[in-house]
């Protein structure tokens, strides 16, 4: 085998006097390199997407969600919260009401999520307190509300604005703005409003009960596995969901999305390596009378064909290293400078997300690269091992 390798090396860098060789074998290097990078970026960018957006998601809604048909009053919360608080997995445990209604400022009305919270355990299920860019939690109360960026950008609103709101059944409540969050995503910053449990009770007309309890887990990925545990102790009263599954058409889209976009830009790799081929075969046409010498002293057909396979892999291995560094290097420069900006309102975040996920991401790529470029080596050094000696020399 060191044989075999040594003489693929000494055919890839000695001078030849076929300078042709040597240029495709450099344009099969940049053809893989330039694959394998693309492939790295544009996967670590869908990546980047798919862990921003639900991180956006799970920092708005809780890990899972706990309803009921009839509604949930406060001796049903104090009994479920008796049940499963003693879950090892449960971090944050807090109840909430949710509907739709009307908001008006001057002469626009716009439709918005109107969202009742306990100001004092939301904070462990969400992470609104740490979205605020102005106001605090603690003012949240009767008749007070908290607003997304884009929804007072929009409303002309800022702190201590009033705006009234009215419920499905066309009854009016006029709110003051204590607090304006920043998640990071527009559709929510749009379309969500928090108040009080209270306050939205009273304009929902829900009669003192909530729409459902949020809980929080201490592992987001295990939420399936405690839904279960859960859903063991409550029984069919009530009905659990999980962050996945109230989003999964999303993020079943995006994995289909990335899958589709592995596929395409493997294609690049794999137009890269019939450079490789035409190499090896242009390599065999100009070795014959090597190949010829070296089953003359004995080397055996197999011998042969691992010399042109290690040469393609050689140039393979190079071109696939280099597009790996290149692709990192490029992807660090994303995710620390930013200097891609998205618009927001059409992406959901203003800026290029990006991560670098070695296992499995880089991994496959890599050895998808390498599989392409192994099977791009066969016919070339099958072509080499099955020449005859005899004939490599006779017009030597």
């Known amino acids: 085998m060191r044989t075999e390798l040594f003489i693929s090396w000494r055919y890839l860098i000695t001078k030849r006097k076929e300078k042709f060789i040597s240029l495709i074998s450099i344009i099969s290097i940049l053809g893989i390199a330039i694959g394998v990078m693309a492939?790295?970026?544009?996967?670590?960018?869908?990546?980047g997407f798919d862990k921003d957006l639900r991180d956006k998601i799970v920092g708005n809604y809780s890990h899972i969600t706990i309803t009921s048909y009839k509604g949930i009053d406060d001796k049903e919360y104090v009994q479920i919260l008796n049940k499963i608080s003693a879950n090892p997995q449960i971090k944050g445990i807090s109840p909430y009401v949710q509907g739709q209604v009307l908001i008006k400022e001057g002469n626009r009305f716009i439709a918005v999520g109107l969202k009742g919270i306990n100001p004092q355990t939301e904070s462990s299920v969400t992470k609104l307190k740490k979205y605020l860019t102005a106001g605090n939690m603690d003012s949240l109360g009767q008749d007070k509300v908290i607003i997304g960026k884009e929804l007072a950008l929009y409303l002309g609103l800022g702190l201590n604005s009033d705006l009234t709101i009215y419920s499905p059944f066309g009854k009016e409540r006029n709110l003051k703005v204590v607090g304006i969050f920043n998640s990071g995503m527009y559709d929510y910053d749009l379309n969500l409003v928090f108040t009080d449990t209270k306050t939205a009770q009273d304009?929902?007309?829900l009669n003192n009960k909530f729409s459902a309890i949020a809980v929080k887990l201490d592992n987001l990925n295990l939420a399936a596995q405690v839904k279960v545990e859960l859903s063991n102790i409550l029984g069919f009263d009530y009905n659990l969901k999980t962050w996945m599954e109230a989003n999964q058409n999303f993020f079943a889209a995006l994995k289909l999305e990335k899958l589709t976009m592995f596929i395409i830009?493997?294609?690049?790799?794999?137009?890269?390596?019939f450079n490789i081929i035409s190499t090896l075969v242009v390599m065999v046409v100009e070795k014959t009378r090597d190949i010829g010498i070296l089953k003359a002293i004995g080397m055996t057909s197999a011998r042969i064909r691992n010399i042109?396979?290690?040469e393609g892999l050689i140039i393979g291995t190079l071109g696939t290293f280099s597009g790996t560094v290149g692709g990192v290097l490029l992807c660090g420069l994303l995710k620390k400078y930013q200097f891609i900006k998205l618009p927001q309102d059409?992406?959901?975040i203003d800026r290029l997300p990006v991560s670098i996920e070695f296992w499995p991401d880089i991994t496959l790529i890599i050895l998808a690269a390498i599989a392409i470029i192994l099977i791009s080596t066969i016919y070339p050094a099958r072509k080499a091992s099955r020449l005859n000696p005899v004939e490599a020399l006779r017009y030597e």
């Not at 492939?39 to 990546?47: D, N």
């Not at 830009?265 to 390596?273: E, F, G, P, R």
């Open 346 to 348: 059409i992406y959901y």
């Open 265 to 273: 830009l493997t294609l690049i790799i794999l137009v890269a390596s």
């Open 308 to 310: 042109f396979t290690y």
């Open 39 to 47: 492939l790295i970026v544009v996967i670590g960018v869908m990546t």
């Open 203 to 205: 304009i929902l007309g």
